[in-house]
C-alpha cells in the first residue's frame, strides 16, 4: 500500500476552514502517525487503507457531536415550551 497524501488542496483548506484548524495540523491527521519508541517520538506516513480508517474516524466523531449539539438545541427548545 502506497503512503496516503492529500491530493486536492482547495478540499484541504476549505475543511480547515470549516473545522476552525490550521491546514498542516489536519494534513498529518490525516496522513501520518506519531508512534513512541522509547522516549522519543517517530512521524510515520500512513498508508492509503490507513488514512482512509482515520478520515472515516473523524467524520464519525464529527458527526456524533454534531447530532448531540442538535439534539441539545432541540432539547432547550422543547424546555422553554413547556414552562
Known sequence: ???SR??????LRAVSDLLQCDEPSL???????KIRAGREFIEK??????AEFAREGMVK???ARLFE?????VNASLSLVGA
Open 6 to 11: 492529500v491530493q486536492e488542496g482547495s478540499l
Open 45 to 50: 506516513p500512513t498508508t492509503v487503507t490507513e
Open 61 to 63: 466523531a464529527i458527526y
Open 1 to 3: 500500500d502506497a503512503e
Open 27 to 33: 494534513d498529518f491527521a490525516l496522513t501520518k502517525r
Open 69 to 73: 449539539w442538535v439534539v441539545s438545541r
